[in-house]
């Protein structure tokens, strides 16, 4: 069964009065009788194909005609032709045609046969350009990424690169007519208008100008008082095809917790720390290299060396083993070997004159 367009209405005229509703569409369109005469037609068709006519000079004018003009404005007018033809023959709907023009456009060509109580009546021919229908789909999308991004609890703003406010989302400007006064105004106005901190405003619009001369993202913590709460804020660069900035994205993320627990870490090393700076034995901690990261405070007690001026060196040459028997020992010890061993280590304290010996075994279980 052949697919069909049918007009519910029995006494339906095609007449100009009905331009606005085509109009209105934003389509271009032409219908045609079987006769091959122009029935009715629209401005946007006539300005598609550049013809330097209105469109109700075309009514009952031949459609054949108007075809053998506006194939020139086609790559390949023959392929157009050709398709033209087989639509009319089989009066089947097929959509989604796609063409190239000689001007530049892509469009898109769609073919209904027209048909009244199961009578061919003629054809109809719509056009679209597909630079409109992806503007359309780009400006859909981007409502719905910008409506996303205002559900996050992270700040997010785009500025151009004068850092005038493009889009800011709730998590920054959570009152929306504040939020609509932000756009287009910079940072610094913001905040002014807001009473807040100017320098907080100078600061990131810094970064914003870093990010846009090195071409490349720029992060750093920003803390808020009173709240106290820390921000790990990072702008990036958004470059067009050329490589050229043409916006920043601001991207924050709540760090107030990570740095407490920083905070708590580092005060539980600190301890650790301090308790081995006051025990009455050597303890020494080596990288996997064996360079030296801490000795305590006891090894400078007897020896007077500086701990500090020792970090990074290599066990080896702070302990002067020269031995390459005990030097094996010692690093199969420090290393936690599997074999039994077992190391002999004499070290002279600052008098010249006492000698301190170290026997350890370990064994791997």
Excluded at 220 to 242: A, G, K, M, V
């Amino acid at each position: 069964m052949k697919q069909t367009t049918k007009i519910i209405q029995s006494n339906f005229d095609f007449t100009q009065d009905l331009d606005f509703v085509f109009e209105a569409t934003g389509l271009a369109i032409l219908v045609e009788d079987t006769q091959q005469n122009i029935i009715l037609t629209n401005t946007l068709f006539c300005n598609l194909f550049d013809l330097n006519t209105k469109q109700n000079k075309l009514i009952n004018t031949s459609s054949l005609a108007l075809f053998q003009q506006i194939k020139n404005c086609f790559k390949d007018p023959e392929k157009f032709e050709q398709q033209v033809a087989a639509l009319t023959e089989k009066n089947s709907i097929v959509t989604n045609q796609s063409f190239a023009l000689i001007n530049g456009k892509n469009i898109k060509q769609n073919y209904y046969p027209l048909f009244k109580n199961d009578t061919h009546k003629g054809h109809i021919w719509v056009y679209e350009s597909l630079q409109k229908a992806a503007s359309s789909v780009l400006a859909n999308s981007s409502f719905k990424i910008e409506n996303a991004l205002h559900f996050l609890p992270n700040e997010i703003a785009i500025y151009n690169t004068d850092s005038q406010i493009i889009f800011i989302n709730k998590a920054y400007i959570n009152n929306s007519e504040k939020r609509n006064w932000a756009k287009e105004n910079t940072l610094q106005q913001y905040f002014s208008y807001e009473n807040l901190p100017i320098e907080i405003a100078t600061t990131r619009e810094h970064y914003f100008k870093q990010a846009i001369q090195t071409k490349s993202a720029v992060s750093w913590q920003e803390t808020n008082h009173p709240s106290y709460l820390t921000f790990l804020r990072t702008c990036y660069p958004i470059t067009d095809e050329f490589k050229k900035v043409t916006a920043i994205l601001e991207f924050s993320n709540d760090i107030t917790q990570q740095k407490k627990l920083e905070l708590k870490l580092q005060q539980a090393v600190d301890y650790f720390y301090n308790t081995l700076n006051n025990v009455s034995n050597i303890v020494l901690q080596t990288d996997e290299k064996l360079q030296l990261q801490f000795l305590n405070n006891y090894w400078q007690n007897i020896t007077g060396q500086n701990t500090q001026a020792l970090t990074g060196k290599s066990v080896f040459e702070i302990l002067e083993i020269t031995h390459y028997e005990l030097y094996q020992k010692v690093f199969s010890i420090l290393n936690n070997n599997s074999k039994k061993e077992t190391g002999e280590i004499a070290i002279e304290d600052k008098d010249k004159n006492t000698t301190l010996r170290t026997d350890k075994k370990r064994k791997r279980t």
